[in-house]
């Protein structure tokens, strides 16, 4: 039996061209019609003229038993040399348009029709976190669809987007705005002045990121509209997909610490040298946003993860009916655990104890799969990271097994001067469970 994500990519090429197809084949023939009709009356009086002229001109060159012969080969010439000429002027007119239509991109304008119908046609896939990780994950998911929806939580209230949160009431744009870089099918320039951050020289702007001010500048255009913002942001992106928040409802991080004390803000429960119990939203009660409702209930797959347990994950799955949602969804659900363990939010944790966290914190199964990295990094590196009192994850497999939940293993960890993970490895990874 073919699976239907295999057969929607091996026909989405030609989506949508039936009908323009259809209208050449139906103009073709009505032109082969008209010139049959015309040919005798019109035409062949003309080709007559041409050819007797032409035979009297090759008459003063070769002998007249040759004529049909060199009519033949100059005729075969003028074909080939025809075709040639048509054809480069052709392409170099596409790949101008191409280049009007599509700056900075590269590649034939059929190049990047077919890649863009492939993309609209991939997976509805649905991406829950927020902080690095998401956008991380978001880089090698755009290269499989453009049907993506990211959910990002909002209870960022530290440096740049603290700041705007307090001075404009507005929801916390920082995670949002690496999700919307993360996505962008724009040109270099552009990401890197969105990502551009002030140094301490800039006075009332050091700290402040440039798309965290123009996201605020949108909201303030936008009469307070968020949402519109949003959309403005990400045509200036031109983005693969689209970034909502998971409320729009002002919320912050409450969380109940091993000894029983309360912490308020995520700056402060993150700084906490104590272990978190649970995490909870003040207000407890937060609106979820229609469009991720909408997208959970629609997906082929939903991701959680890769982020901080509690400060990026559990947040978004807090907001009223999120987890109600994810859970009675049909959709394919993946938790990415983290390669390192967390200062003040995971220290020690294994990867079955991720998912425990996760679970705690929430009503119903949002979890089918777990991809575990199994990958080691070098010993310089490990060395590094436990000086700083992070330590790599125990991938606990048969712990995790059973909780009934299917653990992906894999070496996901990107090559650099840090452990991270590698997005294509991810998306990869997560798409295959779409053909299983």
Known sequence: MINRHRLKRLIAPTAGLRRSVGISLLGALFFVAGFALSFKLLLLPALSATSGWWNGLVGRVVPKDQIDIANHWTGLILLVLGFYVMFQGLRGSLRRINEILNP???????????????LAQGPRIVAIGGGTGLSTLLKGLKQYSSNITAIVTVTDDGGSSGRLVRDMGIIPPGDLRNCLVALADQEKLMTDLF???????AGSLSGHSIGNLLIAALVEQE???FDKALER???VLNIRGRVIPSTLTPVRLRALMENGVEICGETDIVSSALRIRRIFLDPSFAEPHPDALEAIAEADLIVIGPGSVYTSLVPNLLVDGMAAAISQSRAIKAYICNVMTQPGESDAFTAAEHLVALEANVDGRVVDYALVNTGIPTSALIEKYEQSGQFLVDADLDRIKAMGIKAVTGDYMSESDYVRHDPMRLASRLVGLLNR
């Open 233 to 235: 942001a990400s045509e």
């Open 195 to 201: 990502q551009h951050r002030f140094k301490n020289e």
């Open 223 to 225: 009469g307070g509209d």
């Open 104 to 118: 900075g991109i590269k590649g034939g304008l059929a190049k990047t029709f077919l890649r863009r119908q492939q």
